[in-house]
C-alpha cells in the first residue's frame, strides 16, 4: 500500500520557519516527482514546489521562490520543503504528492497524496 506521510506543521510566527518532511513508502518512487501543494480555507489548492527524479529539476511557485526550498533524499524516499520568511498567506494545509516525472505542474495530474499537514503562520 503507497502512503505519503507528511510532518513538520505547526504554529510559526511571520518571519520564522518550519521544515515539512514527507516519508514515502509502498512502492518504488524511481522516475517519480514529488511535490508540495496548499490549499487555504475557502481557496483551491496551488502548486507550491516540485523536484523531479530525472535531473532531479526543481519547480517553484512564484510566490514561495527565493523563501521555500525543495529537497529529496532518494534512499530514503522522503522529501522535505524548508520554509523560510513565513508569512500569514503561507497559512494552509500542505500535501505531499508523487507524480510520473513526465507530468507538470497540475495537482490533477498526481496519483498519490499524502493527508496533509497545518501550517499556521500568525502576524
Known amino acids: 500500500q503507497v502512503q505519503l506521510v507528511e510532518s513538520g506543521g505547526g504554529l510559526a510566527q511571520a518571519g520564522g520557519s518550519l521544515r515539512l518532511s514527507c516519508a514515502a513508502s509502498?512502492?518504488?518512487?524511481?522516475?517519480?516527482?514529488m511535490g508540495w501543494f496548499r490549499q487555504a480555507p475557502g481557496k483551491e489548492r496551488e502548486f507550491v514546489a516540485r523536484i523531479r527524479w530525472s535531473g532531479g529539476s526543481i519547480d517553484y511557485a512564484d510566490s514561495v521562490k527565493g523563501r521555500f526550498t525543495i529537497s529529496r533524499d532518494r534512499g530514503m524516499n522522503t522529501v522535505y520543503l524548508q520554509m523560510r520568511g513565513l508569512k500569514p498567506e503561507d497559512t494552509a494545509v500542505y500535501y505531499c504528492a508523487a507524480a510520473r516525472d513526465s507530468v507538470g505542474l497540475d495537482g490533477r495530474s498526481y496519483v498519490y497524496w499524502g493527508q496533509g499537514t497545518q501550517v499556521t503562520v500568525s502576524s
Open positions: 509502498g512502492r518504488t518512487f524511481s522516475g517519480y516527482a
